[in-house]
């Protein structure tokens, strides 16, 4: 996994996917189409319509812009949709209920984003595509606090959001340099933990804090750090269909990758081509 820091454009590219989405309720879905299996052997919970659990906002991977759901996970949720002949429909619920797999017993969704990286936990609840990202956790403060490093922050706040990967990264990283984590539910309520003053300090992935600091110059990335991580896309664990859908969706993957959909969609969101 690189490590390589990402930016986005200030100007998008000019190919854009464009997604047909409406942002479902966290309810039990009363009133859909029963469950059907489409022309791929694939069955959806309801017809015509591949559910995606994600909790919003995790930008730019998925985030609402005015009333539409959009970015780099979403889109590429789209070709999933794409290949099942069928339409996206995001459904924003809490993090931790998709990566411990509630989600998909209660048949909230067929399939699971939300940059989430893969990791030895987690594979004991949901199943993982194959890796389609690489990232890594980094550091975000207001400039001019004079904070370079983890050993910066003895003594003072942390943010990190809760059942995320910088969370555990916080938590390793405490003893040795002193500082007390605080949990926020999500990212938005973190970052502006920064800007407050709440805490003196935020670690999540480089991808949305350097996005972040696009638009909020008086805070700065300062450190990344070289965790090795790799996001996975999520289906139900020790299912046939789940399995099925899963296999599906790395084709469409590979497939993107090939054909150059794959990067055409990573400099969409990022202003860059994709490593390769």
Known sequence: MTTSRIRRASALAAVTLVSTLALAACGSGDGDTPAATNS??????????????????????????????????????????????????????????????????????????????????????????DPYFDATQALIVKKGSGITDLPGLKGKKVGVQTDTTGQSYAEDNKAANGYTPVVFDDLPTQLAGVLSGRVEGAINDNGPLFDYVKDNPTTEVVKEFATGEQYGLMYKIKDANGTKLAELGNQVLKDAKADGTYNTIYKKWFGVDAPK
């Open 40 to 129: 791929a052997g694939v069955t959806l919970i309801t017809a015509g319509k591949l559910k995606a659990c994600t909790h919003l906002s995790y930008k730019p991977f998925e985030f609402k812009e005015g009333s539409k759901v959009v970015g780099f996970d979403v889109d590429l949720g789209d070709l999933i949709a794409k290949k099942l002949g069928v339409e996206q429909e995001v459904v924003d619920i809490e993090f931790g209920t998709i990566t411990s797999g509630a989600a998909f017993a209660a048949k909230k969704c067929d399939i699971g984003y939300g940059a989430t990286t893969i990791n030895d936990k987690r594979k004991l609840a949901v199943l993982f595509s």
